[in-house]
């Protein structure tokens, strides 16, 4: 948690609640403030849903703000 949000120890240490209060996007780039780390589940929806659109595993592929998927 320590290097991607201002959390400190690790996941297995935090309840889900504890989790979701953090912002996982700030240390990244400012447009990502607010961001919230997924569950396991919502990044399997996420990854279900870019494979349906031929979005998942293209090389050259970038999200959000230029970052690399």
Same mark, same amino acid.
Not at 5 to 12: D, L, R, S
Not at 19 to 32: C, E, I, K, N, V
Not at 51 to 58: L, T, V
């Given at each position: 948690?320590?290097?991607?949000?201002? /959390?400190? /120890?690790?996941?297995?240490?935090?309840?889900?609640?504890?989790?979701? =209060?953090?912002?996982?996007?700030?240390? !990244?780039?400012?447009? !990502?403030?607010?961001?919230? $780390?997924?569950?396991?589940?919502?990044?399997? =929806?996420? $990854?279900? $849903?870019?494979?349906? %659109? /031929?979005?998942?595993?293209?090389?050259? %592929?970038?999200?959000?703000?230029?970052?690399?998927?």
């Amino acid at each position: 948690m320590d290097r991607t949000t201002g /959390g400190k /120890g690790k996941v297995a240490d935090l309840t889900l609640a504890e989790t979701r =209060q953090l912002d996982a996007g700030s240390w !990244f780039d400012p447009p !990502f403030a607010g961001e919230k $780390v997924p569950t396991f589940e919502e990044v399997l =929806q996420l $990854v279900a $849903v870019r494979r349906r %659109s /031929g979005r998942c595993g293209r090389r050259g %592929s970038r999200g959000r703000g230029g970052a690399r998927l």
